[in-house]
């Protein structure tokens, strides 16, 4: 069975901190995406990282795919209220004949108090 | 291009009553996934359709059902609504299985 295991499951940070979430698996995923959801609300795609090493940025928020594509990191810099959700890393992993996986992590809540 | 639209995006309904929710999802996605989210359980898989057939399916007891139209959209029926199906429900379009996925506002559904 895949699994995502992201860590810290809660965290709470002044304004102006900087921060890193992790999601860790033993499997190969041939992409990973980071979203970001508010309360009652959907989630809402950030990042797709595909390349193993690979980096993104998205204004403050950094994304990295680890070498061997078995895991991932967000990265957040000088964070601010409007920052405040629950980030969610998923991976995928595709077969053949359209099938396949997405698998998603338990989520990291993140609280920014001004 | 218009998002995910899921109906309704808020239901109340008692025990024993069964339930239908709506997901029409982006223009040109075939594939359609349903997800329960609930604070305890976090985002659970609930099944994944793509070309009117069902492509994966999460551990979820068979008063879950889902369906394809050949427009894409997609309905889940849940059957003998129990207290514990209380929760977000979430529908996701991909362009084909299992690849990014663009998710609905949800439908809260609350079971009294």
């Known amino acids: 069975t895949q699994l995502l295991e992201q860590s810290p499951q809660f965290l709470s940070i002044q304004e102006g901190e900087n921060l890193t979430v992790y999601c860790n698996s033993s499997?190969?995923?041939?992409?990973l995406q980071w979203y970001r959801q508010e309360p009652g609300e959907g989630p809402v795609l950030l990042v797709t990282?595909?390349?193993?090493?690979e980096v993104k940025k998205l204004k403050r928020l950094t994304f990295q795919f680890g070498d061997a594509r078995k895991d991932s990191s967000l990265h957040i810099t000088a964070a601010q209220p409007g920052d405040t959700g629950l980030y969610l890393c998923?991976?995928?992993?595709?077969?053949?004949?359209?099938?396949?996986?997405?698998?998603f992590g338990q989520g990291t809540t993140l609280q920014v108090k001004p | 291009k218009a998002g995910v639209t899921q109906t309704p995006r808020y239901l109340i309904k008692t025990r024993g009553q069964q339930v239908t929710l709506s997901c029409s999802p982006i223009?040109?996605?075939?594939?359609v996934s349903w997800y329960q989210q609930t604070p305890g359980q976090g985002l659970q898989f609930l099944f994944e359709?793509?070309?009117?057939?069902?492509?994966n399916k999460g551990n979820f007891p068979g008063r879950f059902s889902g369906r394809q139209f050949s427009n894409s959209r997609s309905e889940m029926n849940v059957s003998t609504l129990e207290l514990g199906d209380s929760a977000l429900y979430l529908c996701?379009?991909?362009?084909?299985?299992?690849?990014?996925?663009?998710f609905g506002q949800g439908t809260r559904l609350t079971v009294v």
């Open positions: 996701a379009s991909s362009l084909v299985v299992s690849t990014e996925a663009f």
């Open positions: 499997s190969v995923f041939s992409s």
């Open positions: 990282v595909v390349t193993g090493g």
């Open positions: 998923a991976g995928s992993s595709r077969g053949s004949s359209n099938t396949g996986k997405l698998i």
């Open positions: 223009s040109g996605h075939r594939s």
């Open positions: 359709y793509f070309s009117e057939t069902q492509r």
